[in-house]
């Protein structure tokens, strides 16, 4: 036995020392590099010394050396496309798909782990034994199904390359010469994710206890370093695209690698996009589940899969609650970057859209409050908190309608007429941003308070303090939702720049009573009495429709936002450097992009059953091997 | 009564300690939160 954990302990240290040296050997590039850069630079400055010449960063504004050629000027017959029928016959059509599904998948892949992570760590530190092994099996099964969306996300890159390559090679050839050295990390980091997602996953029943499991559990942490790196390394090309630095205006590259990387938009990028993977990984886990869920035949079954939707949503909605202020953000940056392109996204040709992304967001927490709602019949006690549900639904309601209010909207004369002007004169004053920050911080709040009621809804609470306690949380709500309104009103009545500073006052509130709402609602389930536990899997059939909805809202959500993102450089390729020249560079009508974006949706969704489906089928073939193993007579005299 | 006096209380101390949070972080971004007020 002890050599057998001795043997354990060394492999673990071997794979822990492999997977150290892919992340030294990847990070060590750019030393290796930014000095073949930098020669080169010298080279064409010494080269040429007495007329060297220097250009202004378009956006830094700092002098650099040019070190590359200018970006080129192309013709409508220097994109060669497919004579497929309309609207096959634009190649950006063709990119748009195969991008949209790259990056679905590429989503989840980075999403899963991150959950596989903190659910591992979690039944590490879980002392009941049970619930340990519960976690941490369910972490192993996430990176199973992972695992085929892994395969599928490296060929639809590889897809995407070769369709970059044939269908804009001059766009392609302009920015990997911007790109070298990024896309070389890039593909190495790619190499050592891969190494650790397998050492990772195939490594799981070996490393089960003590020093190897935490060995494990460091490689789980890993993972997610080289997966974030390899996200931000490929939002530096989007973001370049939108906000061009490091060159200068005519495109020439100003030898400072970093300048094009760190980008005005890359890290409001950044961070929008992996808490936006978080909520979109949690989603399709919640809907694999629920569809487990629905298709169980026995109780226990039920109870299992009801549980990880649980835990699944749960991630998700975790990640929800801050997604809005990141957005809020990567917004507030583009129009520094640029006004135009700010209002061209919220006041102009894409605002409709807008519109819709507000919907879907409402569709997120209606569901989310109605999966929670539901959730309070799992539990015996819950009743005395169901009264509440109907003056959260109100408020949830009325925040809605506030913030998918228009502002304005291009317009027919006869609607015009019937709403009686630009814009209404009652309800249009809530489609400025101010009342959209009340009313989308009034929905986070109204949802923090479901989460809170949940969390109470089996247990009688037996503090000393239980008045007192009890008056903090109605108070800290009553008073925040007041204040959040206060601040939106304020907004009107002072000038844009203090407006705009008003947002984080309003945010920090909200989470205010994220942070001490909870601390202070778990402080008085101590030694609290349960009215029962929790009966996994008695909760109604529709609130895995709840699930379903809100998965199906969110990649609606990325297809929709992905398109304004990427539309709204209009007829450029790199904003106001690169132009786009070919024959389709015009905006596609809204309804055109809805339905391109709805068959991307559905493309997906096909493309995510047919991975449950193989996972289904190894779990098959598992629990028919278990059952046959069973089945076998016990040998006599045998060693069982 | 007791919990009536209890939400009285803590309705007076969120409110001071929402006001200050408020005019804290706008101080934090350079902007005054009393813009209106002088």
Redesign the interface.
């Known amino acids: 036995m002890k050599a057998i954990s001795k043997r354990i302990r060394a492999w673990s240290l071997v794979s822990l020392g492999a997977v150290v040296t892919m992340l030294v050997m990847s990070l060590a590039v750019p030393f290796f590099t930014a000095p073949v850069m930098a020669d080169e630079a010298t080279k064409a400055a010494t080269e040429a010394a007495p007329k060297v010449e220097m250009a202004k960063d378009i956006y830094f504004k700092t002098e650099g050396p040019v070190s590359g050629n200018p970006a080129p000027e192309l013709k409508a017959t220097d994109y060669p496309s497919y004579n497929l029928p309309y609207p096959l016959s634009e190649n950006r059509i063709l990119i748009w798909s195969i991008a949209q599904q790259h990056l679905y998948f590429g989503s989840f892949v980075l999403a899963v782990p991150i959950f596989c992570m903190i659910i591992e760590l979690v039944g590490l530190l879980t002392k009941d034994p049970v619930m340990s092994k519960k976690y941490d099996d369910l972490a192993h099964l996430l990176v199973k199904i992972s695992l085929t969306a892994y395969s599928v996300t490296a060929i639809l890159g590889g897809l995407l390359l070769f369709s970059f390559i044939t269908l804009y090679p001059d766009f392609f050839k302009y920015i990997s010469s911007l790109f070298r050295p990024v896309m070389h990390i890039y593909a190495l980091l790619f190499l050592a994710e891969s190494g650790t997602l397998y050492l990772y996953y195939y490594g799981w029943d070996r490393m089960t206890h003590g020093f190897a499991k935490w060995v494990h559990a460091c490689m789980g942490v890993l993972l997610n370093v080289f997966g974030s790196v390899l996200m931000m390394l490929a939002n530096s090309w989007a973001s370049f695209m939108m906000s061009p630095a490091g060159v200068d205006e005519k495109g020439r590259y100003l030898g400072n690698i970093w300048a094009i990387l760190h980008n005005a938009l890359w890290n409001p990028l950044n961070v929008h996009r992996i808490i936006g993977n978080m909520v979109f990984g949690g989603g399709i886990v919640a809907a694999y589940a629920a569809y487990k869920f629905l298709a169980a035949k026995t109780l226990e079954e039920k109870a299992y899969y009801d549980w990880m939707g649980y835990i699944a949503m749960f991630m998700a909605v975790g990640s929800l609650i801050p997604l809005p202020f990141a957005g809020y953000w990567l917004m507030r940056e583009v129009y520094g970057f640029r006004q135009q392109m700010g209002i061209t996204l919220m006041g102009g040709l894409l605002a409709w859209l807008f519109i819709i992304q507000a919907v879907l967001i409402g569709a997120l927490f209606f569901s989310t409050n109605y999966y929670l709602f539901n959730g309070m019949e799992r539990m015996r006690g819950a009743e005395k908190y169901q009264k509440y549900i109907k003056y959260i639904l109100f408020l949830t309601t009325a925040a809605f309608l506030v913030w998918l209010t228009p502002h304005t909207l291009v317009m027919r004369p006869a609607e015009l007429k019937a709403i009686g002007g630009q814009q209404h004169p009652v309800i249009g004053n809530f489609g400025v941003m101010s009342a959209k920050n009340g009313a989308v911080n009034t929905m986070i709040m109204t949802t923090i308070i479901s989460f809170l009621l949940y969390q109470r809804s089996n247990k009688i609470v037996v503090v000393k303090w239980e008045?007192?306690g009890?008056?903090?949380l109605?108070?800290?709500f009553?008073?925040?939702l007041v204040?959040n309104w206060w601040?939106a009103i304020?907004g009107y009545?002072?000038?844009a720049?203090?407006r705009v500073?008003?947002s984080?006052?309003q945010v920090?509130?909200t989470l205010?009573t994220l942070f001490i709402g909870s601390a202070i609602n778990i402080a008085m389930m101590r030694g609290s009495k349960l009215t029962g536990p929790i009966e996994w899997g008695k909760i109604s059939v529709r609130s895995q429709y709840a699930l379903f909805s809100l998965a199906v809202s969110f990649t609606w959500l990325m297809a929709l936002m992905g398109y304004i993102r990427s539309s709204v450089r209009l007829f450029w390729h790199v904003m106001e450097v690169f132009r786009d020249n070919s024959p389709w560079a015009f905006t596609h009508t809204i309804g055109f992009a809805a339905n391109m974006m709805s068959v991307n949706v559905m493309a997906f969704w096909l493309f995510v059953l047919f991975v449950f489906w193989l996972g289904e089928l190894t779990s098959k073939h598992a629990v028919a091997e278990a059952r046959k193993e069973a089945a076998r007579p016990a040998m006599a005299g045998g060693s069982e | 009564m007791?919990?009536v006096i209890?939400?009285a209380?803590?309705?007076v101390?969120?409110?001071a300690?929402?006001?200050a949070?408020?005019w804290l972080?706008?101080k934090?971004?350079g902007?005054?939160?009393f813009?209106?007020f002088h």
């Open positions: 008045a007192w009890n008056a903090a109605m108070a800290m009553t008073v925040a204040n601040l304020y009545f002072i000038p720049n203090v500073g008003l984080v006052p920090i509130g205010t | 007791k919990t209890a939400f209380v803590m309705l101390v969120w409110f300690y929402f006001q949070e408020d972080f706008m934090i971004q902007l005054d939160y813009f209106l």
